[in-house]
C-alpha cells in the first residue's frame, strides 16, 4: 500500500510540473525547435552524457578500494548502468540500491559497503553542484530577487551536507564506540539473533564509509567527483548549442545540471519527467530565453540521454541474470558476499 501511494504521489507530481512547464507553449512552437536543432550536436551531447558513467564507475573505484580493494572495472560499470536504468523505468527510486545490490551479486562487497560508499559519493556529489552553483549568482548574473533565492538554497545546502560530513566522520573516527552503542541499544529493543544481525549490517556499513578515513582517498573521490559533473556539463552545453541557445554558455550548462540534479530528487516519475523539465525552464528563463526553445531543448536532451544507459542497465541485468523482482527486493539486507 505504502509503495502504490508512492508511486500515486510520484505521478501527480509529475503531471503537476509537466503542465507547469509546457504552459504557453505551443505544440507548433515545440516541433519547430525540435526540427531546427542540429542534429550531429545533439548526438555529440548523447555520447558525452554516456561516457558520464565510465567516469563515475572509475570515481567509484576510489571510494570502495579503501575497503574492499581493487574492483574490475566491468563489474563497477555493470552496476553503474543497472542502477541509473532502474531510476529510468522502475517505480520507487530503486536506482542506489540496484546499484549497490548489482555489485554485490558479481563482486565480493557486501551490499551495506556498497551502499555506504554510495552515500559518501552523493555528499562528494552535492558538494561539486553546490560549487557550480555558485556562478549562479557571482557571474552569469540573474536579477536580485532569483539570487536571493539561490543563496538561500545555496546556505541550506551547505549546512545540511557540511552536518552530514561531520556525522559520518564522526562514525569513522569513533566506530568501534558505535557499534557498541548499536549493540547495546539493539539488544535491549530486539531478540538477540536480530540484535546480532544488525550489529553485523551496522559494521559493513561503516566499514564502507573507508573513503573518509584518509584524507589523500577523500581528496581523490573529490577530483573525481568535479571531473564527473564538469564533463557532463560539456553534454548540456553542447545541447544549448543544438538548439541555439547560446547566451548561458558553459556557466549556465554548470548551473543547469545542478538545477536539475537537485529538482530530481522530489517524488515523481521514473525517468524524472517533469522536475527536469521544469528545472530547464527555471533555470533557463532567467537568461530570458523563450519558454518553447527551452522545453524543445529540455525535452529532446532528457529522451536522447535516458536512452543509451537505459537499454546498457538492461542489457547488463539480463547478462548477469539479474531479474527485476531481484532488484524490487534490494532494498532489504542481502547475503553479505557476491555469489
Known amino acids: 500500500m505504502r509503495g502504490r501511494l508512492t508511486v500515486l504521489i510520484g505521478v501527480l507530481v509529475s503531471v503537476a510540473l509537466l503542465v507547469w512547464a509546457l504552459r504557453d507553449v505551443s505544440a507548433a512552437e515545440l516541433l519547430r525547435h525540435l526540427g531546427e536543432a542540429n542534429v550531429?550536436?545533439?548526438?555529440?551531447?548523447?555520447?558525452v552524457a554516456t561516457l558520464t558513467f565510465n567516469i563515475r564507475a572509475m570515481r567509484w573505484q576510489t571510494l570502495l578500494r579503501a575497503s574492499n580493494g581493487d574492483l574490475p572495472f566491468s563489474s563497477r560499470y555493470a552496476a553503474v548502468c543497472i542502477g541509473f536504468m532502474a531510476n529510468n523505468v522502475l517505480p520507487g527510486r530503486l536506482g542506489e540500491f540496484a546499484r549497490a545490490y548489482s555489485l554485490s551479486r558479481i563482486t565480493p562487497v557486501p551490499l551495506?559497503?556498497?551502499?555506504?560508499?554510495l552515500i559518501v559519493e552523493r555528499l562528494l556529489d552535492a558538494i561539486v553542484l553546490m560549487v557550480f552553483l555558485v556562478p549562479a549568482f557571482f557571474i552569469v548574473g540573474v536579477d536580485e530577487a532569483a539570487s536571493g533565492t539561490l543563496r538561500d538554497l545555496f546556505t541550506l545546502g551547505v549546512i545540511l551536507v557540511t552536518a552530514s560530513l561531520i556525522a559520518l566522520a564522526v562514525l569513522v573516527r569513533f566506530p568501534n564506540r558505535f557499534l557498541r552503542m548499536a549493540a547495546k541499544w539493539?539488544?535491549?529493543?530486539?531478540?538477540?539473533?536480530?540484535a546480532d544481525r544488525m550489529?553485523?549490517?551496522?559494521?559493513?556499513?561503516?566499514d564502507g564509509l573507508g573513503?573518509?578515513?584518509?584524507?589523500?582517498?577523500?581528496?581523490?573521490?573529490?577530483?573525481?567527483?568535479?571531473?564527473?559533473?564538469?564533463?557532463?556539463?560539456?553534454?548540456?552545453?553542447?545541447?544549448?548549442?543544438a538548439f541555439d541557445i547560446v547566451r548561458p554558455g558553459f556557466l549556465g550548462a554548470l548551473v543547469l545540471q545542478t538545477t536539475i540534479s537537485f529538482a530530481v530528487a522530489i517524488p515523481s516519475t521514473p525517468g524524472f519527467f517533469g522536475p527536469f523539465e521544469t528545472a530547464a525552464r527555471v533555470a533557463l528563463e532567467l537568461h530570458q530565453i523563450e519558454p518553447a526553445r527551452i522545453i524543445s531543448f529540455a525535452a529532446g536532451y532528457h529522451i536522447l540521454t535516458f536512452l543509451p544507459i537505459?537499454?546498457?542497465?538492461?542489457?547488463?541485468?539480463?547478462?548477469?541474470?539479474i531479474s527485476r523482482r531481484e532488484l524490487g527486493r534490494s532494498e532489504a539486507p542481502p547475503p553479505e558476499t557476491s555469489e
Open 211 to 241: 573513503a573518509l578515513r584518509h584524507a589523500h582517498v577523500f581528496a581523490r573521490a573529490m577530483l573525481w567527483s568535479f571531473a564527473v559533473w564538469g564533463w557532463n556539463a560539456v553534454s548540456f552545453f553542447l545541447g544549448f548549442l
Open 310 to 321: 537505459t537499454v546498457l542497465g538492461i542489457l547488463y541485468m539480463r547478462r548477469l541474470g
Open 186 to 194: 539493539s539488544h535491549r529493543l530486539a531478540p538477540d539473533r536480530v
Open 40 to 47: 550531429w550536436l545533439l548526438i555529440a551531447a548523447t555520447v
Open 112 to 117: 551495506t559497503a556498497a551502499l555506504a560508499s
Open 199 to 206: 550489529t553485523e549490517v551496522l559494521s559493513a556499513f561503516v
